[in-house]
Every structure is written in C-alpha cells, then in structure tokens.
C-alpha cells in the first residue's frame, strides 16, 4: 500500500502567518489522486482540496494544494482563527485508499 | 447535498460483532452518483479507509480488514451496514460513513460515531 508521510507533525503559527504542510508518498500517487481535509475537534474531516490543486466546493482561496507524483503541498495563505485544525491528505488513487497521520496546525 | 448519519451499538464485547448503519438523506444510494464507504479513527489517532460499495455491486475493502468486514446497502431503506466481526480493542474508534466521487474523493462525511471494544 501507498503510506503518507506528513510533516511537519506540528506546526505553531500566528494567525495571519502563511502555513505550509507537506505530505510524501512511498510511491507515485495514481493521476495525482491526493486529497486534504480539514478536521477540528470533535468534527468529521471536511474536504478541502482534490487531484492535489482543485478546490472543493465552498472553500476560500486562501487554501491551495500543489504537486504531483510523490511530493504534495497544502498551504494556508494567511491563517484565520478558525484555521486552527488538523489536516490530514488521503491518496484515492491506488487501493487500499490511504491517509497521512495528519498535521496539528495550532496557535502560537 | 447529501447527508450521512451512522448509528448503532456504542459498546461492543470482544469477539463479537460490531455492527454500524448508516442512514443517507437528499441522495439515493442507489444512484451512480456517488460511492459509498465507511472509514475509522482510533481516539487520537489518524484515519483509516475500511472500504467503499457502489451501486452497481463493486465493492472493496482494505486487505487488513478484508477478512473480517461486510459492507452492504439497503435500498428501501436508503441505507448503508458495515459489520465488522471477531473484534478487539484495536477496533475501538469513531466509525464515519462518508459520499464519495471517484475524482474528488471523500465529499461528505457523517458525524461518526464511537465503538468501544470492551467487555
């Protein structure tokens, strides 16, 4: 299976920082099939980006997602006070579909 | 949009069965519009896809819990089942049904709900 490797596992930022969080395949992801969600506590995850760079539907542009094959990059322009998550990326590409272990956006 | 609710046993005894619905509102689960899958999370830890059914029948699991989960969907009733058998603690977590496009991924995601393993 295709492991997720996301860092860092924390990151301490103010709001209005730009935040960028990183997430490594063990190997290529299938036609870019890599997705990021948001999770606040005690909440589902909520989809955020698609094919690595496409915004779902509702999401504000401050939130982008970029790369390809095995390097991917979701990054929060300026953060906003409900910023403040965990963000998980998940490959749908190859089965078993797979998660990272998440990153930990919190206040500085 | 569609909305998803998971309901079923909080506490389930090791061994035994887990046994989870999941009641879909504002989309057909019959309908090829979306898939259909379940996935889990342990208390802080990260998520887990167990698998996803689609309406024509195709169904997949993830090969570390192939052998002891089903996945079905209901119809009439508008409604998704996962059971999950022989279970431990390590299957203790928040179980989420969620829709899903096959080019987007997981698009809309119930509440979850908590399933204690314990005796």
């Known amino acids: 299976e295709i492991v997720l490797t996301q860092s860092p596992g924390t990151l301490s930022l103010s709001p209005g920082e730009r935040a960028t969080l990183s997430c490594r395949a063990s190997q290529s992801v299938s036609s870019n099939y890599l997705a990021w969600y948001q999770q606040k506590p005690g909440q589902a995850p909520r989809l955020l980006i698609y094919g690595a760079s496409s915004r779902a539907t509702g999401i504000p542009d401050r939130f982008s997602g970029s790369g390809s094959g095995t390097e991917f990059t979701l990054t929060l322009s300026r953060l906003e006070p409900e910023d403040f998550a965990v963000y998980h990326c998940q490959q749908y590409g190859t089965s078993p579909w797979t998660f990272g272990q998440g990153t930990n956006v919190e206040i500085k | 949009q569609v909305q998803l609710q998971e309901s079923g046993p909080g506490l389930v005894k090791p061994s035994e069965t887990l046994s989870l619905t999941c009641t879909v509102s504002?989309?057909?689960?019959?309908?090829?519009?979306?898939?259909w899958s379940w996935i889990r999370q342990p208390p802080g830890r990260g998520l887990e896809w167990i698998g996803y059914i689609y309406y024509n029948g195709d169904i997949k699991y993830n090969p570390s819990l192939t052998s002891r989960v089903t996945m079905s969907q209901d119809t009439s009733k508008n409604q998704l089942s996962l059971k999950l058998n022989s279970v431990t603690a390590a299957d203790t977590a928040v179980y989420y049904c969620?829709?899903?496009?096959?080019?987007?991924?997981?698009?809309?995601w119930g509440q979850g709900t908590l399933v204690t393993v314990s005796s």
């Open positions: 969620a829709s899903g496009v096959f080019v987007v991924g997981l698009t809309g």
């Open positions: 504002g989309g057909s689960v019959n309908s090829g519009t979306y898939y």
